[in-house]
């Protein structure tokens, strides 16, 4: 079977992803004349593998929306679990049409909230009035991208509700499928309004595969150490509970064929009421075709098994393939599978120690894809994390949440053991994640270096089965430190003005990283809300932009990080980077300091040792390939936009003046002082009306002019006479709310301007 999964693999992915199909196209190859199969075999395989091309295709060609951006009214049938967040519901829906869409709703007032809550039912059919719009595409580099997600689940509209009207909601006629959903939304609930606040986020989480109630504190502490695994229902957790369910059904006197029949029938029961994750189905799948293969009498391996799963997956959505889940789930599965010699040894320390091992060399590349940085210490958290989470943690929650069914009150003697043990871990897991240096930073690997590395991964383990074990480890070492210098040997710099909505941030990266800069930060204004209102995960320029965008080109430092002026659009995201970031130093505008905000940006870079200083006019630095100016302000009086540190820079063949929110005033002081000539502006106060006067642009005589604004911001920046004065004197305008980010790549002295997406 494992040829056979080899095939469609090879099939799907030479339809999806053309370069990643001929890469295993060649494994394929080569593998088949390693083995020398027979004529027909091979060229079985090979129709095999041509049949998967045909189905992903026709696929992703099938797959195409039904609905029109002009409809305002539905009738939609919520079969999914809603999300409430704050006063945001949202979740998948279902069309009159039979399409799949994402619903948002807003709700207006703590009393239909309550209301809905109370009478929301998995399976409700309700009339709604909104407006359709397309999910955003990324428009950062190796950013997160929401449209390619949800298409990949054929879903391609988000629907914004303006209108739902509860009490004519009807439940739809019931069904099992609709009842196993309903059974976990109330399960949920009762652990919501039952379990002590403490225990309900994992609770959650390890029962029903839902990690909503989770702290986002905790879940990035999980993640940064490598256990993040651990918080969803993974093949471990499926193996343990149904291998005790067996043992304990067989122990009680049901013969082995009856336990083995319940199991198939209680196997997809469980996939749903957890929430039918890739991991938890592909575990099921595996144990089921397990049983089938015994009932048969068909002599198959557990690696066939796992090759069989994979096949029917492909077979139903060929673009789960690029789901994270789906791609951790069979990778480690299977280098578990064909490392079973290196499981062979007597102690259970030792086979955890390699198992661990092993999973986490394995999932290395999918990793730093993904999340550009793995945890150096995962191998030892995972080795205390693992047993204590699968042995004792989720038995005792399964335990309480039977009895909080059955016997309540014996849950008065359980709750306070679970909720110190889980508090405890919680505590070290955050105290551990806010240790220095304990994940690596290499940023998503190129392609040719992503092929690279399951060749490398390979020959590690052919080393450690020949227990040379030191040649092994030397090989996984060497890709690493591969990927870790790579950026130091590019001879190429670039600059960024990073797409951060209503807000200025730039970067600036050196040829052969001798020097990265980055210029604000980005960062939006919170508005005051009632407790109801608060959405737990908000978005946050800094985390959810800024940092991933950063790990992704393998930035771990930052040699200067100026921030203009003390407004939230430009100073917003500075923490949660200084957080994240190693900051050299930090340059403000003399005295911005005063306001609350910068205050606490002062405070943290002392917290750290960041060496922070107020930049003035007539400071300058260079490296080998740039120079660079501050052209102001030179008082020490803080004034708001008008003392916006204003920073000239000449690298990469051009001259760069960065304004900040300098407005008229700051403007004409500029060229009373100095007779500037250049050749990139960054337009200043997002293209406000109150700057980049028509005296300005006559002295500076830029080319290129970059404005730094949000989409549908309440402003209306850039402002149309902004505009027709850069349009007027034939000056080329990049927009980030049109554009995206903005780059400029360059050699030497020649470079190219790009927006992404292109």
């Given at each position: 079977m ?16 053309f ?30 593998t041509f049949?998967f091309?045909?189905h ?25 679990m809603?999300?409430?967040d ?40 309700c009339?709604?009035a909104?407006t359709l ?9 190796n ?15 988000v ?14 006629e ?11 939304y ?8 039952h379990?002590?606040?403490?225990i ?14 989770l702290?986002e504190e905790?879940l ?27 043992f ?5 006197g049901?013969t082995?064929?009856?336990t ?7 196997l ?31 002599n ?11 096949l ?17 789930s069979y ?6 599978m ?29 990793i730093?894809?993904?999340f ?40 008065s ?13 919680d ?8 240790m ?14 992503l092929m ?6 390979i ?14 480890c030397?090989?996984?070492?060497s ?9 130091y040997?590019?001879?190429?710099g ?11 941030c730039?970067l ?9 800069y ?17 959405i737990k995960n ?6 959810d ?14 040699d ?9 659009d ?7 980077i ?40 007539g400071d ?9 100016f ?21 690298f ?51 080319e ?24 007027s ?5 990049y927009q ?6 903005i ?12 927006t992404?997406?292109?």
């Open positions: 494992v040829p056979i999964a080899l095939s469609s693999l090879t099939g799907v992915l030479l339809a999806l992803h370069a990643w199909g001929a890469f295993f196209l060649l494994l394929l190859t080569l593998h088949l004349l390693q083995r020398k199969p027979s004529l027909p075999t091979f060229i079985f395989l090979f129709v095999l049949f091309y045909t992903a295709t026709f696929n992703e060609q099938g797959s195409v929306t039904s609905l029109s951006a002009t409809q305002q009214n539905f009738k939609l049938s919520f079969q999914e809603v999300e409430w704050g006063n945001l519901m949202k979740g998948e829906v279902i069309t009159s049409k039979g399409e799949r869409i994402i619903a948002r709703y807003e709700i207006n007032t703590e009393n239909e909230l309550l209301f809905l809550k109370e009478n929301w039912k998995v399976g409700m059919e009339r709604a909104g719009s397309q999910p955003m595409l990324n428009t950062n580099e950013a997160f991208n929401y449209r390619q997600y949800l298409q990949q689940k054929e879903i391609y509209w629907l914004n509700i303006e209108e739902l009207k509860i009490k004519d909601c009807v439940p739809p019931r069904n099992l499928l609709l009842e196993l959903k309903e059974w976990r109330n399960g949920m609930k009762i652990i919501k309004n379990f002590p606040a403490e309900v986020g994992l609770s959650q989480a390890l029962i029903f595969g839902d990690r909503n109630e702290s905790s990035q502490a999980y993640q940064r150490l490598g256990v993040i695994h651990l918080l969803a229902i993974s093949g471990l957790h499926v193996g343990f509970l149904f291998s005790l369910l067996y304990l059904l067989v122990r009680l049901m082995k064929e009856s083995q029949t319940l199991l198939l029938i209680l997809p029961i469980y996939v749903i009421i957890t929430g039918a994750s890739p991991p938890v189905i592909r575990a099921a799948g595996i144990v089921m075709i397990v049983i089938l293969t015994k009932k048969l009498q068909w198959w391996s557990l690696l066939d098994s796992l090759s069989l799963s994979f029917v997956f492909l077979l139903i959505n060929p673009q789960v393939l690029f789901n994270i889940g789906f791609q951790l990778i480690v599965s299977f280098s578990l064909v490392s079973s010699s290196l499981l062979n040894i007597p102690y259970r320390i030792l086979q955890l120690l390699c198992v661990t091992l092993i999973s986490q060399i394995v999932s290395i590349p999918i730093l894809y993904h550009f940085e793995f945890s150096i210490i995962s191998l030892i958290v995972n080795l205390f994390y693992v047993p204590l989470f699968t042995f004792i943690i989720l038995p005792l929650l399964l335990v309480s949440f039977l009895l909080q069914l059955t016997f309540p009150f014996v849950n003697l359980l709750f306070p053991v679970l909720t110190v043990l889980i508090s405890k871990v505590e070290l897991s955050i105290l551990l994640n806010k220095p240096f304990i994940t690596l930073v290499l940023g998503r690997p190129a392609d040719w270096l690279l590395y399951p060749g490398v991964i020959l590690t383990f052919l080393q450690f089965e020949l227990k040379k074990w030191m040649k092994g030397f090989l996984i070492m890709i690493l430190s591969v990927h870790y210098f790579l950026p040997l590019d001879s190429k670039e600059i960024m003005f990073i797409d951060v909505g209503q807000g200025d730039i600036i990266v050196l040829p052969n990283r001798e020097a990265v980055m210029i604000d930060t980005g960062g939006a204004i919170q508005f005051e809300a009632e407790d109801w209102e608060k908000t978005y946050s320029v800094g985390k932009t800024i940092v991933p965008l950063l790990k992704s080109k393998g930035i771990r430092r930052i200067k990080l100026l921030l203009t002026h003390s407004d939230m430009h100073i917003g995201g500075a923490r949660e200084i957080n994240e970031i190693n900051i050299n130093q930090i340059i403000i505008s003399p005295n911005s300091n005063k306001k609350p905000e910068m205050e606490l940006i002062v405070q943290e870079a002392h917290e750290k040792n960041i060496d922070l200083i107020e930049g003035r006019k300058e630095w260079e490296t080998k390939s740039s120079h660079f501050i052209l102001y302000p030179e008082d020490d009086k803080y004034e708001g936009n008008n003392d916006s540190l204003v920073l000239l820079g000449k990469g063949g051009k001259t760069w003046l960065f304004t900040g929110d300098l407005e008229s005033d700051g403007e004409m002081e500029l060229i009373r002082q100095y007779q500037l000539i250049i050749d990139v502006l960054k337009v200043g106060h997002h293209g406000s009306n109150s700057s980049t006067t028509e005296a300005f642009l006559d002295e500076l005589q830029p290129i002019a970059i404005v730094s604004a949000g989409r549908k911001n309440r402003y209306g920046h850039p402002h149309p006479e902004v505009m027709s004065n850069l349009s004197r034939k000056i080329k305008v980030t709310n049109l554009d995206g980010a780059h400029y790549k360059f050699l030497g002295n020649n470079g190219t301007f790009t992404y997406p292109p």
